[in-house]
């Protein structure tokens, strides 16, 4: 199995906790016979916490996206819409937690939905070292292949930081 998942967001701030925000995506994924997934997100959401060890962000916006896939299936051109929420926990002593939630429901194929689902949980352990498990999720009830509608990461990891 092999999977590449890239992403790049720029996200403008505006009074009273509310932002606009723009993002880039790019999902290689063999195990839903994903070749190449890449999108564009363009939306505004609200802060419902925003402070300095914390915030949750919730939002919504339009979608585009081209799947070419590794498979004979034609590719795919999809507007979806998206609601998304975001959490992170960073000045909690030792633990720190990342997570998002992204829903896109279809306005282009009738019935598809889409999901990806992301949370980082890291523990910061003696001497600079940190323990750090995390789960990805992405979910699609319309997959190229019949059977692979959920995909998933399950990792661990122990490290250093300076």
Known sequence: M???????TYRYYLPRNWFASLDLT???????????????????????INSNKAYWGLGGGF???????TVEVDSRNNL????ASELNLFDTGDLHLTSYLY????????????????IDLNYDLPKDLYFKVGLTLNYDNRPAVAGRETDYVFYTSVGWSL
């Open 2 to 8: 092999r999977r590449i998942d890239a992403g790049v």
């Open 26 to 48: 790019f999902l290689s994924n063999t195990e839903q016979s994903l070749k190449l997934r890449s999108g564009g997100r363009g939306g505004a959401g609200k802060f419902l």
């Open 63 to 69: 979608s585009f996206n081209n799947e070419q896939y």
């Open 80 to 83: 979806e819409l998206f609601a």
């Open 103 to 118: 829903a896109f429901p279809s306005l282009s194929e009738k019935g598809r939905f889409r999901s990806d689902f992301n």
